[in-house]
């Protein structure tokens, strides 16, 4: 129950995340996109494949609700980094 719940809030979080990185390289066009969008892009396929979350349903031996947050969390530290990284001219990612 707490894992769903949480899995929801990282859903909804990438989801604004995802709209605000969107934004910002229709608007600034950035070396840093080639190394982020194919990095959300795979991400996303994962997700988008991976099966519903259902009792017991694991991939690779780690429950798919597991899975599914640290996916979401991983996604969402690139985006905030890259984020934060197009304010700054040296930075490095």
């Not at 719940?5 to 070396?31: P, S, Y």
């Not at 892009?41 to 947050?69: E, M, N, Q, Y």
């Amino acid at each position: 129950m707490l894992a769903a719940t949480i899995e929801f809030i990282m859903r909804i979080i990438f989801v604004i995340l995802i709209f605000i990185w969107a934004g910002k390289i229709l608007i600034f066009r950035t070396d840093k996109q080639v190394v982020v969008n194919p990095v959300l892009l795979v991400i996303s396929a994962i997700l988008a494949i991976l099966p519903s979350a259902g009792i017991g349903a694991t991939f690779f031996g780690i429950s798919v609700i597991h899975l599914r947050i640290i996916l979401y969390s991983i996604s969402s530290i690139i985006i905030v980094r890259a984020l934060y990284s197009m304010r700054k001219r040296n930075a490095i990612f």
